[in-house]
């Protein structure tokens, strides 16, 4: 695709914030990429583009609760990283939380965010620019322009309930001790309007058996 008007890149970045056409905007084109730990030829890697990433994708357009018991090389965290970046590239005033069990852990998790921002297209990201080294902060994705950020934080619910979430997005849900906290901290602002996500490798004993079945206590 060649570089469009600016005129043009904001008419195709208004078109891509539809929920309809968000699935397109991350696959349709192979612009968000990812790192492929078993290929070490290339630095990046389009998504990939197959039915099921593409109904995952719609799925977290149109569903305000979505839980995924997943599995290794299914690249759903990518995925969902990837949603989370284009909602903030294409939408206003989004506070997203991404939440793992350890520091270290959550900030990966941002890295990869940066890393599908900055293998977005040109156009894309003078539109849309993050803050930048050496302004940028470690623990959040931050698209001024927009007034939308990502933002990767550790298990527990103390800084969640500050703060009104647009999104959220637990990983490995069954592996954070404290995942019943950060659940029922982030709930107001889910009953309120936002968007709750969960993904996990199965463990027994975990809190994802009873939110697929619906039984979490709140």
Not at 10 to 24: N, Q
Not at 92 to 101: A, D, F, G, M, R
């Amino acid at each position: 695709m060649s570089q469009p008007t600016r005129q043009d890149a904001e008419r195709l970045l208004a078109k891509y914030a539809k929920p309809e056409h968000i699935p397109e905007f991350i696959l349709g084109h192979g612009w968000f990429k990812s790192k492929d730990e078993h290929d070490l030829t290339v630095d990046a890697k389009p998504l990939p583009d197959k039915e099921y990433c593409w109904a995952y994708l719609q799925k977290l357009c149109t569903e305000r609760y979505v839980i995924v018991a997943k599995s290794r090389q299914l690249v759903v965290t990518w995925l969902t990283l990837a949603y989370l970046v284009a909602r903030v590239v294409l939408h206003k005033n989004l506070l997203i939380v991404y939440q793992t069990k350890r520091e270290p852990d959550a900030h990966e998790m941002l890295v990869r965010c940066k890393f599908m921002y900055d293998n977005l297209p040109v156009w894309v990201r003078r539109l849309r620019p993050r803050i930048p080294a050496p302004a940028d902060i470690k623990e959040k994705l931050v698209i001024p322009s927009m007034g939308s950020f990502i933002w990767g934080l550790p298990q527990g619910g103390d800084i969640i309930r500050s703060n009104t979430v647009s999104i959220y997005y637990g990983d490995e849900m069954d592996f954070q001790p404290e995942a019943r906290k950060a659940i029922r901290a982030v709930m107001p602002s889910i009953i309120g309007g936002g968007q709750f996500i969960a993904t996990s490798t199965p463990n027994l004993g975990g809190p994802m058996e009873k939110l697929i079945k619906g039984e979490m206590e709140r």
